[in-house]
């Protein structure tokens, strides 16, 4: 059963970079099947696409984010990264990481909730 | 961009009721690349439908999904307890992936 799970600090000043790690177990982020994204969701509000990451390192991401957005993938840990730069109180959120495929998105980790504040 | 506007934003219904959601594009999604997601609170969201009208596996036959072009609906024909949460669309036809605003599907 694959299984992602979010991990990172749950708190970052204005102004600095947000960094988030994904970690893929039950099957191998190097498999050209799937796309590996990252979805945002501030409280209270919807779901927000940032980006995904393809297996060769191929991407693609929100334009409204794309200036601020780094995804990379480390296929010898099996994880996937998120780092937004120059964050305000707006990125203010939870962030999930998922698979995406020809069934759409899939799997989701459980989220983790990032707060900007100083 | 693809903008995808839901319809209506809250749904009030009893259980054993029908319950139709819509989901709106700016634009023809290809290949009906339209999905269908359910989320209750605290919790990730589950894909409900994708293709537009397949379910994912584990979701129960009262699910159902159709449209094509830029109008898809999602229907759940006797609304069970467990069905009340917030439901989401998304299009991954073409970059970004963008998702719906949400209905909100309550108790009445």
């Known amino acids: 059963q694959l299984q992602l799970q979010e991990s990172g600090p749950g708190l970052v000043k204005p102004s600095e970079t947000l960094s988030l790690t994904c970690t893929v177990s039950?099957?191998?982020?190097?498999?050209?099947?799937?796309?590996w994204a990252w979805i945002r969701q501030p409280p209270g509000k919807g779901l927000e696409w940032i980006g995904k990451?393809?297996?060769?390192?191929?991407?693609f991401f929100n334009p409204s984010l794309k200036s601020r957005v780094t995804i990379s993938l480390d296929a010898s840990k099996n994880h996937l990264s998120l780092n937004l730069r120059s964050v305000t109180a707006a990125d203010t959120a939870v962030y999930y990481c998922?698979?995406?495929?020809?069934?759409?998105?899939?799997?989701w980790g459980q989220g983790t909730l990032v707060t900007v504040s100083s | 961009e693809i903008v995808l506007t839901q319809s209506p934003g809250t749904l009030s219904l009893s259980p054993g009721e029908r319950a139709t959601l819509s989901c709106r594009a700016s634009?023809?999604?290809?290949?009906?690349?339209l999905a269908w997601y359910q989320q209750k609170p605290g919790q990730a969201p589950r894909l409900v439908i994708y293709d537009a009208s397949i379910r994912a596996t584990g979701i129960p036959d009262r699910f159902s999904g159709s449209g094509s072009g830029t109008d898809f609906t999602l229907t759940i024909s006797r609304l069970e307890p467990d069905d009340f949460a917030v439901y989401y669309c998304q299009q991954y036809a073409s970059s970004p992936n963008t998702f719906g605003q949400g209905t909100k599907l309550e108790i009445k």
């Open positions: 990451i393809y297996y060769n390192g191929g991407t």
């Open positions: 998922a698979r995406q495929g020809s069934l759409a998105t899939d799997y």
């Open positions: 634009q023809s999604v290809t290949s009906n690349y």
């Open positions: 039950g099957g191998s982020i190097s498999s050209g099947d799937y796309y």
